[in-house]
C-alpha cells in the first residue's frame, strides 16, 4: 500500500483515548431494505452517541491531547457536527472553545453547540467563509485552530470505525462512505487497504457539491464557486491538497448522486430501517439506488454518519409522519 498521512498504529491507539461511547458501534444487516435495493447491505451506525455522528471519534483524540499539553483553547469551522462533537469532547477536559459556522446551518445542530456549552459565532456566508473566520480567530488570539479532515487526529478518530468494519470484512464486498472533507473517507479507506484490501472502497457526494469528487476524478484540486444540496455536512467548496493525496491512495471509486436520490435514501432508512438520519448519512443508499447493476447481488456496507436534522425541514422531505413502520 502507497503512503498516506495516517498510520495504523496511531489509529489503534487511538482507541484508547475516545469515549468508549463513540466505539464498538452497532454493524448489522438490513434485510428489509435489500429488496428495495436489490443488494444485501448492513449498516453501520454512528448515530446512537451523545452528539449523534462520527464525528466525535475524532474530536475525542483532539481533545484528549490538547488536554494533555496543548493550549486551553480551540477554535474550529464547522457546519454543525463537528461542533457539537468539539464541544462535548472538550466540555469534561476544561478545554475553551469555539465554533464558527454559518448562520444559515441547521438550527438544531445550532442549538446543540450552544447548549454544549461553546461559544458560537455566526457568519454571513457558508462553511468556506466560516472557515476563514476560524483560522482568523486562531491567529489573533494565539489558541488552536482545528480543522477537520487536515488535522490527522480527526482522520484517525473517523478511521477507527475502520478498524470495526475490517473485523467482518470478510461478509462484505464494498463499503459506501459519505465524501466532504475527507476525514471519513480517508480514515476508513486507509484501514480498509490496511487491513482487508479486498474491500472496494467508494466515496459518495452530492452532485450540487462535488468539489473533492471531480478532484479525486482530475487527481489535483477542483474548486466550486458554490455548493447546492440538503446535505450541509459535506457541502465543501475548496478541497484541501494533503486531504485528496490521501484519498487518491485509498479510494477505489468516487461518484456523484441527485439530490432526490439523497431523499428516497432517507426516505428508506426511516421506513425500511426505522432510522431519522441527516441526508449526508443516506448517501451510500442513495449511490445504489442510481447505480443498481453496480450493486446487484453484493454484500455493500454503508456507513450512517449522522442523525442531526432540521425535523420540519425532514418532514418535508420525506413526506410521512414521524412514526415508523
Known amino acids: 500500500m502507497q503512503q498516506t498521512r495516517l498510520d495504523t498504529a496511531r489509529i489503534r491507539a487511538a482507541r484508547r483515548v475516545i469515549d468508549p461511547v463513540f466505539l464498538d458501534t452497532a454493524l448489522y444487516r438490513c434485510e428489509a431494505l435489500e429488496p428495495h435495493l436489490g443488494c444485501a447491505v448492513s449498516i453501520k451506525l454512528e448515530t446512537a452517541n451523545p452528539v449523534r455522528s462520527f464525528k466525535g471519534r475524532g474530536t475525542e483524540v483532539v481533545a484528549g491531547r490538547l488536554a494533555q499539553d496543548g493550549p486551553r483553547a480551540v477554535v474550529c469551522a464547522s457546519a454543525g457536527n463537528l461542533g457539537q462533537a468539539l464541544a462535548w469532547s472538550g466540555r469534561d477536559r476544561g478545554l475553551d472553545v469555539t465554533v464558527v459556522a454559518s448562520r444559515f446551518a441547521t438550527r438544531a445542530k445550532l442549538d446543540r453547540i450552544r447548549a454544549l456549552g461553546a461559544g458560537l459565532e455566526l457568519v454571513d456566508g457558508d462553511h468556506e467563509l466560516a472557515r476563514e473566520r476560524a483560522a482568523a480567530i486562531a491567529r489573533h488570539e494565539g489558541i488552536r485552530l482545528v480543522e477537520d479532515s487536515l488535522d490527522i487526529e480527526t482522520c484517525e478518530g473517523a478511521a477507527t470505525i475502520g478498524l470495526e468494519l475490517a473485523a467482518t470484512a470478510p461478509s462484505f464486498d464494498a463499503v459506501l462512505i459519505a465524501l466532504g472533507g475527507g476525514a471519513l473517507a480517508t480514515g476508513v479507506g486507509h484501514v480498509m487497504k490496511a487491513l482487508a484490501p479486498g474491500v472496494e472502497v467508494i466515496c459518495v457526494q452530492p452532485a450540487g457539491a462535488p468539489a473533492l469528487t471531480r478532484s479525486w476524478h482530475r487527481r489535483r484540486v477542483v474548486t466550486t464557486a458554490a455548493t447546492d444540496t440538503i446535505a450541509d455536512g459535506v457541502a465543501g467548496r475548496y478541497p484541501i491538497p494533503a486531504v485528496l493525496a490521501d ?79
Open 247 to 325: 484519498l487518491l491512495v485509498v479510494a477505489d471509486d468516487a461518484v456523484l448522486v441527485e439530490e432526490a436520490s439523497i431523499v428516497a435514501g432517507m426516505r428508506l432508512l426511516f421506513e425500511q430501517a426505522g432510522l431519522v438520519v441527516e441526508p449526508s448519512a443516506a448517501l451510500g443508499v442513495a449511490a445504489i439506488l442510481e447505480d443498481r447493476d453496480r450493486f446487484a447481488g453484493r454484500h455493500v456496507a454503508t456507513i450512517v454518519c449522522g442523525a442531526n436534522v432540521d425535523m420540519d425541514a425532514y418532514r418535508r422531505w420525506i413526506g410521512a409522519p414521524l412514526r415508523p413502520s
